[in-house]
């Protein structure tokens, strides 16, 4: 998941964990070389880290005291901002001027942003802390200095700026910025009722905050096991043994766990509650139809695709399903239960990869994209842009930092399980859609829209899963990798799409001047997962208990931004098809959509690549793209009990 910091200018890519996306990855197969133990600095300070798996951060600063010089430099730099910006529409010689300054002044904060950040995130440092809430005042001041910007915008107007844009063409990349501004203009306040509601930030991402800290605090459920062993179930714990290959296991871990989270629904439906309202209040006060008017209006994205999406999804269930029979078969399943959905099928054995062969295998994977992608792989990690280990007071998490004319910068947890390879790869996709957007596009229009971030991502994960099919032998492990990116599809896909819809009910609902009640998104929820897995047609029992979910999902509350997962999958399904399809020229088309940014708006970026997403037919090559996966797993379970092997392997 992309989160744009405005206030800090830079950006960060977090992996989510969505509901069956990366289920079981930590299992791999002895068909590989055995490694040696993967380092362990967990326990040891950010000094005793070898340089080697850290990433350079001299490659914005050669030292701290040049940043902390550069923070004290530019914080008195940008008083001149006040008189610049006096006039500055009057011209295109002052326009450029000015945007030129503005832009100067966001690459150095950029970078400063992005330093201090590197050190905080790995280093529990009280001082790096205190100096990092120094340079967020800095921030802030310097937005509040060009407060007035849209407003200076929107008094100028287009047809204005199309003149300045053929007096100075220099400004013609300034232009999505301008464009974007103007298709908002019906939607801003006047300047002093602007200011006043641009002060609601001051609060606005409470609820969502106070319901992840209500997930961590509470406390857990305490269960004694079928052997005898009594287990604290926390959110760790009910991940791991809801693998459990026993069936009784996986149902008693989730009844526990989501009957002590509904002891607070109430608790959590009040925040809910809010944060829909918040959204609401926001939607109408920029005079918006609706909410999702509201999210997808600044983004040039129709309302159409969300529904479009929700809509191809209902008429495929049927995939989802075909998935579900196969799984209970392999399970050996008298009965499937929507709790048995996150046990791996496919029996193997712990196997730790070396970040060396992490290194070949997406190197390998990766090669259809050509020359220019395989020497920029080649550089982030020979380069150091990768921070790889976990070290006393860095956590756990897989995300990038970009820094314009630097490189981006990838915060990893490595583990050497087969999930890592992936995060690996899904990180390098974030990395190499900012690198090579800053390397095509001039700042302006460098950075991709959200919209499109989770796209390279996922089409990375794609290139290797179809690597290690294509290379696997052994007919087991292929049903491995098989089982494991059909439940990485499918869990995008489907599960997103449910969130997606569940979400939208509840705009809805307080759109229509209703509240969020425990029993109504209890009862919501519980209808969509029943519909979704084919608990009417027999295909997967869904237990009440299930209506507590919605609880332990935080996503719902991110003001649609989970229905990208599955745009993001089905979009990159497309265009990794494409490139496998029609090599080179595949590849050079999705290079030219890396090299983009925010050159256009993001459906344009998209049918340009080859995938029109206001169109059913993006969607509808995903599922048949699906059925085929689902061909090659019928096929390899045929082989196997043809040869004795038996049902489950």
Known sequence: ????????????????????LLVGLQHVFASFQENPAIPDFSNRPRSEVPAEFTWNVKDLFPSFDAWKAEMNSFSK???IIDSARAGWTVSSGKMFAFVTLVEKF???LERLNAYIH????????????????ELHSINVRFNQKLSSFNMDILALGGERFSSY??????????????????????????EAQQRIFSLTSLFSGVPARAVNKLNDEMPPA????????????????????????????????AVQYLQNKKRYENTFA???????????FSAQVARFTDCLEARLFPDAISSDIYHQLILSVHENLPVLHRFLRIKKQLLGLDFFR????????????????????????????MRPLGKSYSAALKTAFAGRWMDIYLNKGKTSNAYVINAYGIHPFIFLDYSGGFGSVLTVAHELGHALHSYFSDQRQPKAMSEYPLFLAEIASTFNENLLMEYMLKSEKNEQRKLYFLDRHIEMILGSIFHDTLFAEFELAMHRRVEAGQALTADWLDQTYLNLVRQYYGHPQGVCEVGDYIQSEWIGIPHLLFNFYVYQYSIGRIASLALSDMVLREGPKGAERYMDFLSAGGSADPLEILKKAGVDMSRPDAANAAFRRINTLLDGMEEVIARMSKSGIGDRP
Do not use: W
């Open 1 to 20: 998941m992309m989160i744009k910091n405005t206030g800090n200018n830079f950006k960060i890519v977090l992996i989510l964990e969505i509901a069956i």
């Open 222 to 253: 305490e269960i004694t096991l079928n052997d005898g062993s009594k287990v604290t179930l926390n959110a760790a714990s009910y991940g791991r043994l809801r693998q459990s290959g026993d069936p009784e296991v996986r149902r008693q871990v």
């Open 270 to 280: 009040i925040l809910f509650d809010g944060a829909v309202k918040q959204h609401l």
């Open 118 to 133: 590197l050190l905080t995130v790995t280093d529990d440092n009280s001082h790096y802390s205190a100096l990092s809430g």
């Open 338 to 365: 929507y709790e048995d959905i996150h046990s791996p099928m496919v029996g193997s054995i712990d196997k730790k990869f070396s970040f060396s062969e992490t290194e070949k295998l997406i190197k390998a994977s």
């Open 165 to 190: 844009v053929e007096e100075e063409p220099r400004l013609a990349c300034f232009r999505m910025q301008v464009d974007g501004i103007l298709r908002l203009k019906d939607h801003f306040l006047p």
């Open 106 to 108: 966001q690459i150095r």
């Open 77 to 79: 730099d940008i008083e």
